[in-house]
């Protein structure tokens, strides 16, 4: 760990401390200890979900702001940022444990949610605003600020051989937070109508289908590259018509298209196009790269090549 690195982190938890004593003198609140543990209980959830659903895929996707937003309103700004600091640990980082990168992500995680947390806080009570529409989307600004600058910074100071251009931080912070921001507000008017479970139901369904996508695209994926291993087969197979079998797939997706057939059905046209000439493979090499015309029997061998 180099020396800028160490300076940043320090500051880091100094600053996490400093917060966490100025909401419990400014902003603490009556404890509520079953929707604290509730909200909590769905934090952890929201982080460790993907571990449980689907333990060997290498994406881990979250929801923060959609349960963050409605516990501050709940617990009030300290309880929600303290539920937030606990609920927001995933037990995949136990799996290569690291006291300096844990204390980080505590303290970057603690630090965005007590952020967001006064400002939800400070923006409703200044404003007529009943429905949260200002309020949450301010929130969930302040929330992916904090959160993807100080991810940004420690990443710039122990990695820079490898420069990390703030522009794509940027487009991060403004395409989570509006996504999640409406997730919040459908999040909140779903809790005040239905309660509790309405949340628990919804960040279960929304990780299915995650699951679901993620499963689905891990085997398009699969298909493809075995189509595409097949098709570079093929071509060594036979150099003389190399090319062929791509330029059938091309064609056989415009038309496709052009028939108003589905993605899906277009899809298998396309790659069953690409390895229509599978069968080359069981032809004896003499007969594929033979200069000379070929006898009866070898072109019936030849003609044999679609049945395979």
Not at 44 to 52: K, T
Not at 224 to 238: P, W, Y
Not at 261 to 271: E, G, L, P, Y
Request: aromatic share 20%; with cysteine; hydrophobic share 50%.
């Amino acid at each position: 760990m180099n020396k800028k690195l160490k300076i940043y982190l320090a500051i880091i938890f100094i600053f996490g401390i400093l917060v966490f004593f100025i909401l419990l003198t400014n902003h603490y609140s009556e404890f509520i200890w079953f929707d604290f543990l509730f909200f909590t209980f769905l934090l952890f959830c929201i982080h460790n979900l993907s571990n449980f659903i689907n333990y060997k895929a290498e994406s881990y996707a979250s929801i923060n702001i959609p349960i963050l937003l409605p516990a501050i309103i709940v617990l009030g700004p300290f309880w929600a940022a303290v539920s937030f600091l606990i609920g927001s640990t995933s037990i995949e980082r136990f799996y290569n444990f690291v006291w300096y990168k844990f204390l980080f992500n505590r303290s970057m995680f603690f630090i965005s949610a007590a952020m967001s947390a006064v400002t939800l806080n400070f923006v409703t009570q200044n404003i007529s605003d009943p429905n949260y529409f200002i309020s949450f989307l301010l929130a969930s600004i302040v929330f992916f600020s904090f959160n993807q600058f100080l991810f940004f910074f420690v990443i710039k100071f122990s990695d820079a051989s490898h420069p990390h251009r703030i522009a794509v931080y940027l487009f991060q912070l403004l395409k989570s937070a509006f996504i999640e921001y409406g997730m919040a507000l459908v999040f909140f008017h779903g809790y005040l109508a239905f309660g509790k479970l309405f949340l628990l139901i919804a960040v279960l369904f929304i990780y299915l289908i995650r699951d679901f996508m993620y499963t689905y695209l891990q085997q398009t994926n699969t298909i493809t590259q075995v189509i595409e291993s097949f098709l570079k087969v093929i071509d060594s197979k036979d150099n003389y018509t190399e090319g062929h079998c791509e330029r059938v797939a091309e064609y056989a997706e415009i038309l496709a298209e052009k028939s108003g057939i589905s993605t899906i059905k277009t899809n298998r046209i396309t790659n069953m196009a690409k390895i229509h000439d599978i069968g080359k493979i069981k032809v004896p090499d003499k007969i594929l790269k033979s200069s000379s015309s070929l006898t009866e029997e070898e072109y019936r061998e030849m003609q044999n090549h679609s049945k395979y």
